[in-house]
């Protein structure tokens, strides 16, 4: 008898509006899904430990990571427009703003801090802390720290805090390379077949059907979403889920590859990650 499959994503809406149909056995053919919720800078961690079948990590993190797991092709946050931003308590840009400053981050595996780096490579911080996500404006606001760098729903609200967008790195990476931000990748084990019978190959068709399913009938999953939202407004929800819900969740396609090999080659030239080859997967 195979066991449940477990699983780990994060509670933001992009996530629960996208696996709802998956967990909630609403697509044909799934096994048995348990589920955790956590932020990235956890995820990446259990990952790096095998902990879950499938789970939502870091793009920064694949090169700890695909040891023990395989890429899929879909599920994941890739996009325009959508990246991470550097927000300080004055007005003033570029990555000048931060050099000699203490800076929170939100892991330090994580695909923002992995961008912020490379953006600071010649002005860095005389201080870098991990602080969770939620805590990163309030302490900037609070002089607690200097800058703060933040992801996801911060786009929509730093300006209640009081701060200003000392850099928006996917407007730095888009204009650098022409290519989409890669942010959170969805892994399977690639032992996956012999604990759940089902393969990786299986597993992201499966969640490639979760994604259609979502925009399908987006009213199915409004209660799971809002549930978890961490009393999120309605209309930051659906700016959410707009901005990082996109083409690239259902399938990376070549573009979507090309900026993941164009992050973490980056990243490997300036001794910042370990090289990686990233492999293919088609969902069957």
Not at 48 to 70: F, N
Not at 110 to 117: C, H, S, V
Not at 254 to 279: F, H, K, M, Q, W
Request: charged share 20%; aromatic share 8%; proline share 7%.
């Amino acid at each position: 008898m195979t066991e449940p499959m477990r699983m780990a994503f994060s509670p933001c809406p992009n996530d629960t509006f996208v696996f709802h149909a998956l967990v909630h056995g609403l697509i044909p053919g799934a096994p048995e899904i348990t589920v955790d919720f956590a932020d990235v800078d956890v995820t990446n961690g259990a990952a790096e430990r095998g902990d879950y079948d499938l789970v939502k990590v870091s793009y920064a993190a694949l090169p700890w990571l695909l040891d023990k797991y395989t890429l899929l092709p879909c599920g994941g946050a890739l996009g325009r427009g959508c990246g991470p931003l550097v927000l300080t308590r004055d007005a003033a840009t570029g990555p000048e703003t931060v050099a000699g400053k203490t800076v929170a981050v939100p892991g330090d595996r994580t695909t923002a801090y992995l961008l912020f780096r490379l953006w600071a490579s010649e002005h860095p911080p005389a201080e870098v802390v991990v602080r969770p996500f939620a805590e990163i404006m309030p302490a900037v606001a609070a002089g607690e720290i200097d800058a703060g760098l933040v992801i996801h729903e911060a786009r929509f609200t730093y300006q209640r805090y009081g701060l200003h967008a000392a850099a928006d790195l996917g407007d730095w990476w888009e204009s650098t390379t022409g290519l989409p931000i890669p942010l959170g990748a969805i892994l399977a084990r690639k032992d996956l077949e012999a604990r759940t019978g089902i393969t990786p190959a299986t597993a992201a068709a499966l969640v490639r059907a979760s994604v259609e399913a979502a925009w399908k009938a987006p009213e199915q999953s409004r209660r799971y979403v809002l549930e978890h939202a961490q009393e999120m407004e309605d209309d930051v929800v659906d700016q959410h889920i707009g901005l990082y819900v996109n083409e690239f969740t259902r399938d990376l396609g070549t573009d979507g590859y090309a900026a993941v090999d164009a992050l973490l080659g980056r990243a490997a030239e300036a001794g910042l990650v370990p090289p990686v080859a990233i492999p293919r997967l088609a969902a069957v």
